[in-house]
């Protein structure tokens, strides 16, 4: 066989064909690599493939010095930067090695003349910069295949599967037997087929093909009888030993999923019944009409409960693996229409039904979404009412992979060092921000969510620490030197929001109006009055306005209506900042001049700063509903669509480790409408909170200057 030449018309590998696979060894990242180890050992034509398990960069080189091989492969984890410059292999949890530690010897394996390199597969995460950093070396190996991004272990052994089949058994040349698995992924995982990256060593190379074999020389005439063998001894065994018919009898006990999971809907949660969310017809084929629900949501909110039902089905019937189903309850405020915060929760179950529609368009997993009817009361979250304690109950009582939710910190807090941290199941919170205990005591949520090893709480939100800092800093940029305070000091959101502000604030050299009280919660008129009088009568004065989050009904709260005051008494004169919570400032006849408010993310999809991948994917789930969506819209529906696709997403990938090491040992970020989201950047920095900080100061959008009949939407004003 003669040498391989990149200028030749076409190359046939040496029989047989020699083949290296190299497998990391992993203890918490673990991954199946069994399978590929599996898919490369019977291959016609290729002599026993040499596999070594390497824990140690020696032995990378020892098998790579000692060993000729025709085509190199790895199967573990690997990590290429953003810029897409510099891969890392990973050989165990901890231990690492870089192409460039090993291009001697992957330069002496090109210069073989018997059996030299012709083709290396990474079939590892995210392995792209590899064929980039060898060209660095003045080193290129003529046929590569690595993964441009993360990939689950079905996506790599679906690709291994499809391209041993195309270019080993029927002979396809690689070039097409790669095109063809590649493409064959889209049924398999939609979007996977743009995974496989080819890398070249020039623009026109040699049509590569497999050996045929050492099955050639059978004869043909010895085919011919197997094959008459094959047909007519079931034949003759059939006459002489006739069949009996049997009947099979299913013994096999119900499901997980039916027993526990969907089992039976309740007024607090429900896996098939859409009366949980006040529609009258609860029976799925009924038809839904409720004025309280807009007609587009109608129709998909029928279909989750439907998919619900088909899935539990469908593993009942055999056809879906009980494993493949992964299980979620989506926590929401549902119980009061007339609220503000029922809007917030409409908006979020938007963006996860839209999740789940995408998701279950993969045949192999499926995503079940349970609804529960989170009460948020107020003024009874302290004790848990006997509500909130029932729905926690039945929240761990079920068998689920995990809980996204609460919308109000207190209650989010609560659950979190009552339940959930004892069961040891995941909640993921869309909108609780909140980063200090209700009394201010010199320990932070932080620091009961952030044991990395113990935690088993995580927000794609941004916290109040971010929100706040960023809305001293835009006081700052403004020219305003003294703060007034209005806030409530004894409940958990409010609290921690002007607590953050103030280290902030003070942290800029900013300064604070003396007042004797800033709980706006309990503040009569007059002092409300004579607070601002004071503020109107001191140079370069704003107003920080943040009353408490977690509210049961937002027009009759008294912090609500002494917040309607303020801005009442203000008129639009000095600069008022508000926190997240923006129901609180629609009110009516006031001025929304001079009115900003610091939000976990501004849902301005036509920012500069939007990535064009963010963009596809809010223009898809756009289209998908068919309507206009107001800004605040968008940021409920992203924030909603983030929180669930990282678990779906999660649960999919984390192979062999809990969702709970999954969520704190990755550091590849997720990618959401709201930008990129990971609890570890891989410089030792991890926890339960978002690292990516991408939070931004909102503002009345308005038609005119000055601001004259809001219609109370918002605008970005600032996000740097």
């Not at 391209?163 to 063809?180: D, E, H, K």
């Not at 309280?292 to 039902?309: G, R, T």
């Not at 409010?494 to 003070?506: M, P």
């Amino acid at each position: 066989m003669p040498p391989f030449n990149v200028n030749s018309p076409k190359y046939t590998f040496p029989t047989p064909v020699k083949i290296l696979m190299l497998v990391g060894k992993y203890t918490y990242r673990k991954i199946d690599t069994e399978t590929d180890k599996e898919l490369i050992s019977n291959l016609t034509g290729a002599a026993k493939p040499k596999i070594v398990e390497v824990t140690s960069i020696a032995e990378v080189i020892n098998a790579l010095d000692n060993n000729k091989f025709d085509i190199l492969m790895f199967a573990g984890h690997s990590s290429t930067l953003p810029d897409g410059t510099d891969t890392t292999i990973w050989l165990t949890d901890n231990l690492t090695i870089n192409i460039n530690q090993i291009s001697n010897q992957i330069r002496n394996a090109l210069n073989r003349r018997h059996h030299p390199l012709v083709l290396a597969i990474f079939n590892s995460c995210d392995g792209i910069g590899i064929d980039g950093q060898l060209k660095e070396q003045g080193i290129r190996i003529p046929y590569l295949i690595a993964m441009k991004a993360r990939i689950t272990d079905e996506i790599a052994h679906t690709f291994l599967t499809l391209f041993l089949r195309y270019f080993v058994r029927n002979r396809m040349s690689f070039q097409m037997a790669y095109q063809q698995a590649q493409s064959g992924l889209h049924p398999f995982v939609p979007g996977a087929e743009s995974l496989p990256i080819l890398c070249l060593r020039q623009a026109k190379m040699p049509d590569l093909f497999w050996p045929l074999g050492r099955n050639r020389y059978v004869p043909y005439f010895g085919v011919a009888i197997i094959i008459v063998i094959a047909i007519i001894l079931p034949i003759v065994i059939d006459i002489i030993f006739p069949k009996r018919s049997v009947v099979i009898i299913d013994k096999s006990p119900p499901s997980k999923l039916e027993t526990d999971t969907c089992k039976e809907d309740t007024k607090l949660i429900s896996c098939y019944d859409p009366s949980i969310l006040n529609l009258p017809n609860p029976p799925i084929g009924q038809s839904i009409q409720e004025k309280s629900i807009d007609q587009s949501i109608q129709k998909k909110l029928k279909a989750v409960f439907a998919e619900n039902k088909n899935i539990v089905d469908g593993v009942k019937a055999r056809k879906i693996a009980e494993k493949n189903v992964i299980k979620i309850a989506l926590s929401l405020t549902l119980n009061d229409t007339s609220s503000p915060i029922y809007e917030t929760a409409i908006s979020t179950l938007k963006g996860a039904i839209y999740l789940q529609h995408e998701f279950n368009k993969n045949p192999n997993k499926k995503l079940l979404i349970l609804i529960a009817n989170d009460p948020n009361k107020w003024d009874q979250a302290r004790s848990l009412d006997v509500t909130t304690e029932k729905l926690n109950k039945e929240l761990i009582g079920r068998d689920l992979d995990a809980v996204v939710g609460h919308f109000g910190s207190k209650l989010t807090y609560y659950t979190l060092k009552n339940t959930f941290n004892k069961k040891e199941l995941v909640l993921l919170s869309y909108a609780a921000a909140a980063t200090r205990d209700e009394n201010a005591q010199n320990h932070s949520i932080n620091q009961l969510t952030q044991k990395h090893n113990k935690t088993y709480f995580f927000r794609v939100n941004n916290t109040t620490r971010e929100m706040a800092q960023l809305l001293a800093k835009y006081f700052q940029d403004q020219g305003i030197e003294n703060v007034a305070l209005f806030y409530n000091d004894k409940e958990l959101f409010s609290n921690s929001f002007g607590y953050e502000f103030k280290e902030a604030w003070k942290g800029k050299l900013g300064k604070f109006m003396r007042q004797d009280k800033s709980n706006i919660g309990d503040m009569e008129h007059k002092k409300i009055e004579s607070i601002l009088n004071q503020a109107n009568n001191t140079n370069k004065t704003a107003i920080l306005l943040c009353p408490n989050s977690f509210i049961d009904d937002a027009r009759t709260s008294e912090e609500i209506k002494n917040t309607e005051t303020v801005m009442k008494l203000n008129n639009g004169r000095l600069l008022i900042g508000g926190c997240s919570l923006i129901p609180a400032y629609k009110q009516e006849s006031i001025n929304p001049n001079n009115l900003v408010a610091a939000v976990a993310w501004s849902g301005d999809i036509n920012s500069p700063n939007i990535t064009p991948d963010q963009r596809t994917k809010f223009e898809s789930l756009r289209n998908y509903w068919e309507e206009n969506l107001t800004q605040e819209q968008i940021r409920r529906i992203s924030l909603g669509y983030d929180s669930v696709m990282v678990i779906a997403e999660s649960l999919s990938q984390k192979g062999n480790q809990s969702l709970q090491q999954y969520l704190i040992n990755r550091t590849t970020p997720f990618k959401g409408i709201t930008g990129d989201i990971s609890f570890n950047d891989g410089k030792g920095n991890l926890g339960s909170d978002r690292i990516q900080n991408v939070s931004a100061i909102i503002k009345p959008e308005c038609l005119s200057t000055p601001c004259q009949n809001w219609n109370g939407q918002w605008k970005t004003e600032y996000n740097k």
